[in-house]
């Protein structure tokens, strides 16, 4: 479910009209909606409570702007961590070290010593040497290091190819075949002390089997685990897929592709919670621990939009091009992942003709797209749009490819739009360099 919504012909976030945003703040921007965020996390956290003891870890790599990590660390929300720099900001957020787990396959021995010091709930082990790099910095600190290992299931989760995770084939984790021999190392060291085991399949999947595929392919090695070595908690990871397709659900969905009356229901095309949720409730309750989540693009993905304007139009003998002033940097999925994300006219225009484009940015690359051969209503220069269910790896991923400064991002709540970041300047993208000389 999402904010959304077209109202006497305008699109509205929450109770806020984005035109009137894209007035004041300029484009392209992004645009979060508060309550679509709470309302995600209540939801799914309503949907897990059959487990009792359980802990959603969002993955702020999805979104790590302070108000966004501030609104659910109020929730009630733990954070996945990647990064020093990500505990720095849950913590300038209002979060707690305490309900942070730290994941990624690359850990610095300064980010492990921060993260120690800070009070970190769990370090998920991505390798061997990993292990012993962690027990060296907590030795060094005079600390104990709590650890989950990240146990790859060797599932098969469909998804884009690089967004899979859990196939032997993938970097992350340690395999099936190799964990209890890294839990019985783990034991012997003395600065390390077991708390759980993590896994995680993959990213946006709309299937909820394979999550339950691989609990159960772990439940007899957690269980011989947790007998040994006394595991507290158990994390099934994140990866619950969201609606790109038809993404604006609501009353006048899909005004302009159809017959007008609502085309699209939403939960039909993600994942919605309680279908998650019943599949892998079973299997969870199972195991006897504490279950840990680590959703990220679920949570935010559906509840943010890139405004952007159209430039100019161009066509040549086989395109029509409508640039726009967003590009690649801004928003790098249909690039990367041949992602889709809906378009649709900040206002609707009168006319319903319709139109095949290339939607693209000003960006010097072929791959600056944002969709291709897509039938859109026809757009004109001064134009807004939005790029539907960019909340999720969106601004996260920007850069500032071709001196393009960072675009700002404002958080709707109720009838209040607050610029929660500031666009950058081109002072900025200088800071820190020097000419030599
Ligand atoms: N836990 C771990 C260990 C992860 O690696 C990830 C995502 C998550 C949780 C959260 O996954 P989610 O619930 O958001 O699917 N940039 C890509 C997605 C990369 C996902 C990386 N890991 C995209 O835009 O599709």
Known sequence: MHSFRYVDGSLKCEGVDLDSVASEVGTPAYVYSAETIRNNFRRLDAALSPLGDRMICYAMKANSNLSVLNLLAKEGSGFDIVSGGELFRVLKAGGRADRCTFAGVGKTAGDIDFALRQGIYS????????LERINEVAGKVGLVAPIAVRVNPDVDAPTHKYISTGKSKNKFGIGLDRAAAVYERAESLPHIRIRGLQTH??????????????????????????????????????????????????????????????????????????????????????????????????????????????????????????????????????ALYEGHHEIEPLHQPKDATLEKVDVVGPVCESGDFFAQDREIPVLA?????ALMSSGAYGFVMAST???RPLLPEVLVEGEKATVVRVRQTWDDLIRGEKVPG
């Open 123 to 130: 370090f998920n082990v991505e390798s061997e040497e990993e």
């Open 201 to 334: 399949i993959g990213s946006q999947i709309l299937k909820a089997p394979p999550f339950a595929e691989a609990v159960r392919k772990l439940t007899p090695l957690v269980l011989e685990l947790k007998a040994k070595h006394g595991l507290e908690f158990f994390s099934v990871g994140g990866g619950v897929g969201i609606v790109y397709r038809g993404a604006l659900a609501s009353g006048d969905a899909a005004w302009w592709k159809g017959s007008g009356e609502e085309t699209l229901e939403l939960d039909g095309e993600r994942l919605a919670p309680e279908v998650y949720a019943a599949e892998v409730i079973d299997p969870l309750k199972a195991l006897g621990l504490r279950i840990l989540f680590e959703p990220g693009r679920f949570i935010v993905g559906n509840a943010g939009v890139l405004l952007t304007s159209v430039l100019y139009r161009k066509s040549t003998p086989t395109k029509n091009f409508v640039i726009v002033d967003a590009g690649m940097n801004d928003l790098i999925r249909p």
């Open 381 to 385: 220069p001064g134009d807004r749009i």
């Open 401 to 403: 490819y071709n001196a």
